[in-house]
């Protein structure tokens, strides 16, 4: 399974990283061209990156929506995955206000990234890794299960502090080693598993469940965020099956070898609303 290797600097003074996303700036400014990934950079020459396979809890997502409000979920477990990021990155002593760092040290961490390809806002769909590495920059490299594990994708999952967010171009046996990751961080009640309710139902009478109290896997926190900010202040979910189904989010139930909608793997009871799926039991696919 072979990934590009891209050298570069993470940063993240001015900018608001959270525990999935941060910026990089690669050394040879012209990487991405040259390994023809359509990757949107800042005029600084960075890349907003998006970590393959992992969601973290949401501390800042304004839906797409005229005059919505930010949104987030619950704020420690979202700020305890942005701080072990930024930790497994090798910055310390990392100040923020509100989400924003102001400063942090080092300024810039040394580190690469494996990818293959960009979402569609532009972002490199990534592995990142802290330090150097000897491998050549822009080179082809194999991607096992022991590369895969030194990760800070696969060490964030591993300690229960994201939720695996799986799509159609991960590899296969990738998916299957942080498929296992996550069921040990599940089993050990780590990080967000501890009240994860995402399966067994979260019930939202206020706006306040939704953003302080209920812990559910962020794209479904993501697709009720959006929905809420077109109900003019309702909760009521009468309409939100209706909602998801024309957004027509596909995706693949593994188990059931089955491609269908994230609406149908959903259920709304009253003010109840679930996934009926294990969640690494879903394939997404890329929008």
Request: charged share 20%; net charge negative.
């Amino acid at each position: 399974m072979p990934l590009n290797l891209i050298k570069g600097q993470y940063r993240v003074a001015h900018s608001a990283p959270d525990g999935d996303s941060v910026h990089f700036f690669p050394d040879n400014p012209a990487a991405f061209t040259s390994l023809h990934l359509r990757v949107h950079l800042g005029s600084g020459g960075s890349a907003q990156l998006r970590l393959d396979a992992i969601d973290a809890l949401e501390t800042h997502y304004t839906p797409p929506a005229h005059g919505a409000k930010t949104m987030h979920q619950p704020l420690e477990l979202a700020h305890a995955a942005g701080a072990r990021l930024l930790d497994l990155l090798g910055f310390t002593d990392v100040v923020r206000d509100g989400e924003t760092v102001v400063s942090a040290t080092p300024d810039a961490v040394p580190g690469y990234i494996l990818t293959r390809f960009a979402d569609k806002y532009g972002r490199p769909v990534c592995l990142a890794y802290a330090g150097p590495t000897g491998q050549a920059d822009l080179a082809a490299v194999f991607t096992d299960d022991g590369l895969l594990r030194g990760s800070v994708n696969y060490r964030l999952l591993a300690e229960g502090l994201v939720y695996p967010t799986f799509y159609s171009q991960l590899y296969p046996d990738l998916r299957a080693e942080l498929t296992t990751a996550a069921g040990n961080a599940r089993d050990a009640k780590a990080g967000v598993w501890a009240a994860d309710a995402t399966t067994t139902g979260a019930t939202i009478n206020a706006l306040a469940d939704l953003t302080d109290q209920l812990v559910i896997l962020p794209k479904l926190f993501r697709r009720l965020a959006e929905y809420f900010a077109l109900s003019a202040g309702s909760v009521s979910l009468d309409g939100f099956a209706g909602f998801l189904a024309s957004h027509d989010d596909r995706l693949y139930v593994i188990s059931d070898a089955h491609a269908t909608g994230f609406d149908n793997v959903i259920t709304v009871d009253g003010q109840t609303v679930r996934l009926g799926k294990d969640i690494t039991d879903l394939i997404f696919v890329e929008g």
